[in-house]
């Protein structure tokens, strides 16, 4: 299996922007998060789905975030309109049970 | 989740064990202990868990005390490449997610 995949890897866009994140999940994973990273708040889960049904997303930080899984396969982060405070690391992950899976994540710059 | 203490840092000589200690005195019965690390730059990778019993894989091993208030993962043979943010994490069994905490920043030095 090529693990969780990503995309894109980097993603520089200004102020006011759409900004999409993709995830691809291990196959046979029933459960999947998004992770975003910075400096001054490390690693914090923003939702998580299981059997493609969001089940806890009171880590979104605002309705300008919003994250859909529409099948087993696929998953996205939407940011809309973005701003300089969303820069940082996004990670998916996935899992079956509580080991979870991460991606190489997205490094989303916001100018 | 459980609260974890870890310590900040942690240095270690390549080639020597690394001991990384976890305080989770409000653990409960049927909470398990799970370790992570961070290397820069990637995600976070599973290293082991454990309930009760020591438990040993091709990454490590996890010795967790009688009463389970606190455990520590061992790297026998630590290389520079294990240079990384360890997590220690106890995620309620009640939900999937993994809450993180600051970890401990292990450097291996040549």
């Known amino acids: 299996d090529a693990g969780v995949i990503q995309s894109p890897r980097h993603e520089v866009t200004e102020m006011g922007q759409e900004v999409t994140l993709r995830c691809k999940p291990i196959?046979?994973?029933?459960?999947l998060f998004w992770y975003r990273q910075t400096m001054m708040r490390g690693l914090e889960l923003l939702i998580y789905?299981?059997?493609?049904?969001?089940?806890?997303d009171s880590g979104m930080p605002e309705d300008r975030f919003s994250a859909k899984m529409p099948n087993a396969s696929f998953s996205t982060l939407k940011i809309q309109p973005s701003e300089p405070r969303d820069s940082a690391v996004y990670f998916c992950?996935?899992?079956?049970?509580?080991?979870?899976?991460f991606g190489p994540g997205t490094r989303l710059t916001v100018t | 989740d459980a609260k974890t203490t870890q310590p900040t840092s942690m240095d270690c000589a390549e080639g020597r064990a690394a001991n990384l200690p976890c305080n989770h005195s409000t653990i409960s019965g049927n909470e398990y202990v799970y370790w992570y690390r961070q290397i820069h730059s990637q995600g976070p990778q599973y290293i082991i868990h454990g309930l009760k019993n020591n438990e040993t894989n091709e990454m490590a091993s996890l010795i967790i005390t009688e009463d389970r208030k606190s455990s520590t993962l061992i790297l026998p043979h630590a290389t520079l490449r294990d240079t990384a943010v360890y997590y220690c994490i106890v995620p309620s069994p009640r939900a999937d997610k993994l809450i993180f905490g600051t970890g401990t920043r292990l450097q291996v030095f040549p």
């Open positions: 992950a996935s899992s079956h049970g509580n080991e979870q899976y």
């Open positions: 196959s046979g994973h029933n459960s």
């Open positions: 789905f299981n059997n493609n049904v969001p089940i806890d």
